[in-house]
């Protein structure tokens, strides 16, 4: 699972006047240069290669956040927000303008694919042998351990 954060490094604003002498489109002094891509005045925009989840919004030359999510698989999820995604549920958080998923619950994957509560009786494989009277013990970190009775 990858999480994204985005971390504008700097950002500046149109080039000076004797740079707009040789662009071919009309600029504004207002517009926003964002990781080498313009945008204008009142533009709502999300930067590309960066998460699509976190839109910003440029004006007079700066630029600030307009709308934001947090990115699990590719999916933005609302802020306060909670969601499964692979048997863990987190929920989306805004510190500053970070948006974080946050982990608030790990649950175990049984033999069929299927999201199992810690301490609870499934079914498990092991090195290609089925387990029956399987349990799982969730570490504080989210770390995983089985521990299957017999066949």
């Known amino acids: 699972m990858v999480f994204v954060m ?8 149109a080039p000076a006047a004797a740079d707009k002498k040789a662009d071919t489109e009309k600029r504004s002094e207002h517009d926003c240069l964002v990781h080498g891509y313009r945008f204008r005045h009142g533009e709502v925009f999300s930067v590309p290669g960066f998460s699509h989840c976190i839109r910003y919004r440029c004006l007079h030359g700066g630029w600030d956040v307009y709308t934001g999510a947090c990115e699990v698989d590719g999916q933005c999820h609302t802020v306060g927000s909670t969601f499964m995604s692979d048997c863990t549920m987190y929920k ?16 175990c994957k049984d033999a069929n694919g299927a999201c199992r509560r810690e301490y609870e009786t499934f079914p498990y494989v092991i090195n290609g042998r089925r387990y029956n009277r399987c349990q799982c013990i969730v570490s504080s970190g989210g770390y995983i351990r089985y521990s299957c009775g017999s066949k």
Do not use: D, K
């Open 92 to 107: 989306c958080e805004r510190t500053n303008n970070h948006y974080q998923a946050t982990n608030i619950q790990t649950m």
């Open 6 to 13: 985005l971390a504008l490094g700097s950002v500046t604003c």
